[in-house]
T-cell receptor
Framework: GAVVSQHPSWVICKSGTSVKIECRSL??????MFWYRQFPKQSLMLMAT?????????EQGVEKDKFLINHASLTLSTLTVTSAHPEDSSFYIC???????????FGEGSWLTVV | GENVEQHPSTLSVQEGDSAVIKCTYS??????FPWYKQELGKRPQLIID?????GEKKDQRIAVTLNKTAKHFSLHITETQPEDSAVYFC????????????FGTGTRLQVTL
């Protein structure tokens, strides 16, 4: 079946540095990918919708200059957290749908800890 | 935009009892309602979903009901087992490949022996 792969699974970085998270669709082409953030004991909150070949659509309150999204191919979307701060520490997870289907496939998620 | 509310936030049941989690949504255009089970530190796992042209769907011990008029849907787990303990999220979407999911706030289910 369709698989979405996300890397890294966890990352620790220093304040002020940038971290890139990759999300790949392995068995299909994904024109749209979704990036969520989940703080401990909270729900998944959509950050942005990544569109292949065009600019991402950000949700209200999400800083587009801080959370850079690139979707340069039909199988890869990346989220870069720039100038990371401890409050950016969270679980980041991507998802996508296969064409013509409603089923959402999630990546494994990435734990980011900023120290 | 869509707003999904979920209750209760925590639920404790004894093994073998039933558990019910309820969600309401605000956007009448939403037509796809999945339920996810999430264990600590892992990705959400789809356990059941329902589309707006169906009022009820069942898969073994799990069932989902949808009331489009009232804009609410519920998850029913019967004969609960300790391995059912997890956080459950409802979600709503308008469907289509470019449509985003809006999640409920989650319910932490604890099944005790």
């Amino acid at each position: 079946g369709a698989v979405v792969s996300q890397h890294p699974s966890w990352v620790i970085c220093k304040s002020g540095t940038s971290v890139k998270i990759e999300c790949r669709s392995l068995d299909f082409q994904a024109t749209t990918m979704f990036w969520y953030r989940q703080f401990p004991k909270q729900s998944l909150m959509l950050m942005a919708t990544s569109n292949e070949g065009s600019k991402a659509t950000y949700e209200q309150g999400v800083e587009k200059d801080k959370f850079l999204i690139n979707h340069a191919s039909l199988t890869l979307s990346t989220l870069t957290v720039t100038s990371a701060h401890p409050e950016d520490s969270s679980f980041y997870i991507c998802s996508t749908r296969t064409g013509g289907g409603n089923t959402i496939y999630f990546g494994e998620g990435s734990w980011l800890t900023v120290v | 935009g869509e707003n999904v509310e979920q209750h209760p936030s925590t639920l404790s049941v004894q093994e073998g009892d039933s558990a019910v989690i309820k969600c309401t949504y605000s956007d009448s255009a939403s037509n796809y309602f999945p339920w996810y089970k999430q264990e600590l530190g892992k990705r959400p796992q789809l356990i059941i979903d329902i589309r707006s042209n169906v009022g009820e769907k069942k898969d073994q011990r799990i069932a989902v009901t949808l009331n489009k008029t009232a804009k609410h849907f519920s998850l029913h787990i019967t004969e609960t087992q300790p391995e059912d303990s997890a956080v459950y999220f409802c979600a709503a979407s308008m469907g289509g490949t470019a449509s985003k999911l809006t999640f409920g706030t989650g319910t932490r289910l604890q099944v005790t022996l």
